[in-house]
């Protein structure tokens, strides 16, 4: 059993790493095209964006797990299958759970390793990706100078382009303050178009002009004087700007200001934030439940419900007999109908206008709240993918009998897809607080288990379930009754047909 167990093992790990590097390319490829704005152009070093899409691929590591071992499952039993290896298992008197068990072992192993990765791992690369893609967005000027405004983030100089070719990256209609002297606008450039560029060293900004003209006027430093001053002015068909850029190499911030969103943080500590910012949002909501006006029974009842119940008090009105407004409302005169028509009217508005105050807030705060939870629940539910979607891709690759790429490839990529996109639809509906968090979650794991179970029985059953050749053998079967079914019906249907002709016949 040893050398078997060792060969299952060498036979699943191999397509685990596989497809699992394969996944977290995949997915990285979505991030390069959601972020490739804010790095193209930005004279980056090979050593930060490699740190970047180190940080940006180990977020990545809970999505892709599951789906790797989705795959590495189906494609090595579907081998096994495939070479009849499995049989010939089986025929020794082996089971499918025996088989399974040492890969059980290593899955379940590779769902601790996701949680902690997630837990603890992930969050802190969560906080410095975000610190440096942060970094990243703000380090180089060439890109913060948009077109139709002036940009004065380089020292010493405002920069305005009316427009930006976008195939060859040209600027145009440039006009630019030169403020090196500290003596004002005495020193201006205009050009047609231009290109920027940035030195090897990364420390030069190089502007350079064509057909422009550039405008210097000496001005003295008394203002009160009326003295004429000299002026210049230069045409030129092409000219070069450098500017020392050193000042913006890469600056990166404190860790700590990027730590409070919740993709942040473990699990320990969402759920210390979260119980904060809940008390925070029962506290707020009670006083705006509380400031409306409703009638005085039930502006006590709402009060009271919101005491604890060790100083709870059994007020008066909850012991009188209903009101029954309508007949005290129908015996008015029609001054009062009036008059309390008119109350009732104040108060309503005076609620409305109380709702709409809070109501924006109140959505906000309770939608990140459960932001945190969903967070919280997440950890779990793609840690428990792993050997989920183990117990759906093991039985699933006996029973199809298929290696590869092709079929197990199509499978594994239809069940994630149908996963994912039921936990995304569940995430959202979670957040909105549509329905409770934890049920809504928890729901595409609770039926994929189940699916994994159903599975794992028909294949360890034998069962004809999801084998083409069974489907085949059954078809033929059915066809073949069909076919008996239509010759013995066939006398029956003779004979009642020759009767109802000779009947008519006899009428007429």
């Known amino acids: ?26 997915l990285l490829m979505q991030f390069l095209w959601k972020y490739l704005d804010d790095l193209i152009g930005k004279g980056l070093e090979n050593s930060v964006i490699i740190e970047l899409m180190s940080y940006a691929a180990l977020s990545l590591v809970p999505l892709a797990l599951p789906l790797a071992v989705l795959l590495a499952s189906i494609m090595t039993f579907g081998n096994l299958g495939e070479r009849f290896e499995l ?31 997630a837990n603890e791992v992930i969050p802190v690369a969560n906080s410095k990706f975000a610190a440096l893609l942060w970094s990243v967005k703000k380090q180089r000027p060439e890109m913060i100078i948009k077109e139709g405004i002036f940009s004065n983030e380089i020292d010493d100089y405002s920069i305005k382009v009316s427009d930006r070719d976008k195939n ?54 008394d203002r009160n004087s009326k003295k004429t001053n000299p002026f210049r002015r230069e045409n030129f068909e092409k000219e070069k700007l450098v500017i020392n850029v050193q000042n913006f190499n890469l600056n990166r911030p404190n860790e700590k200001y990027f730590k409070n969103n919740y993709k942040m943080l473990n699990n320990r500590q969402i759920d210390t934030i979260a119980t904060n910012l809940q008390e925070k949002y029962d506290s707020k909501e009670e006083i705006v439940t509380t400031s409306l006006m409703y009638n005085r029974r039930l502006n006590s009842e709402i009060k009271n419900s919101y005491y604890p119940d060790s100083i709870k008090v ?11 407004y309508d007949s005290v409302y129908n015996k008015l005169t029609k001054f009062q109908k009036k008059s309390v028509l008119n109350g009732a009217q104040r108060t309503a508005q005076q609620n409305l206008r109380i709702i709409l105050q809070y109501e924006s807030d109140l959505g906000n705060k309770l939608v990140w709240i459960n932001k945190h939870w969903v967070e919280w629940h997440k950890k779990y539910t793609l840690s428990l993918a792993c050997i989920i979607f183990f117990f759906i891709g093991a039985p699933l690759g006996a029973i199809i009998r298929k ?36 049920m809504v979650l928890w729901v595409p794991t609770v039926f994929y288990l189940l699916i994994g179970v159903l599975l794992t029985h028909q294949a360890v059953t034998d069962s004809w379930l999801l084998s083409t050749e069974s489907y085949a053998k059954h078809a033929r079967k059915i066809g073949s009754l069909i076919v008996k079914a239509r010759y013995l019906l066939w006398p029956v249907q003779k004979e009642i047909i020759e009767d109802e002709v000779e009947n008519f016949v006899s009428d007429k």
């Open 1 to 26: 059993m040893k050398r078997l167990y060792s060969y299952l093992i060498r036979s699943f790990i191999g397509p685990f790493i596989l497809t699992f590097l394969i996944c977290i390319f995949v």
């Open 87 to 117: 049989l010939a298992i089986k025929a020794s008197g082996v089971s499918l759970l025996t088989i399974m068990r040492p890969l059980i072992i290593f899955n379940i192993a590779i769902t601790f390793l996701a949680f902690f990765l």
């Open 168 to 221: 060859t990256n040209a600027l145009l209609d440039i006009m630019i303050y030169d403020h090196t002297q500290r003596k004002g606008n005495i020193n201006v450039i205009v050009a047609d178009s231009g290109y920027l560029n940035m030195s090897d060293d990364k420390n030069y900004m190089i502007l350079t002009l064509y057909n422009g003209e550039s405008y210097t006027e000496t001005k003295p430093g």
């Open 314 to 324: 059994d007020t008066l009105f909850a012991q009188l007999i209903p009101i029954q």
């Open 403 to 438: 290696g590869g790429f092709g079929m197990p490839v199509v499978v594994s990529i239809l069940l994630f897809i149908s996963y994912y996109l039921i936990s995304v639809i569940g995430e959202k509906v979670a957040r909105e607080g549509v329905w409770k968090i934890d």
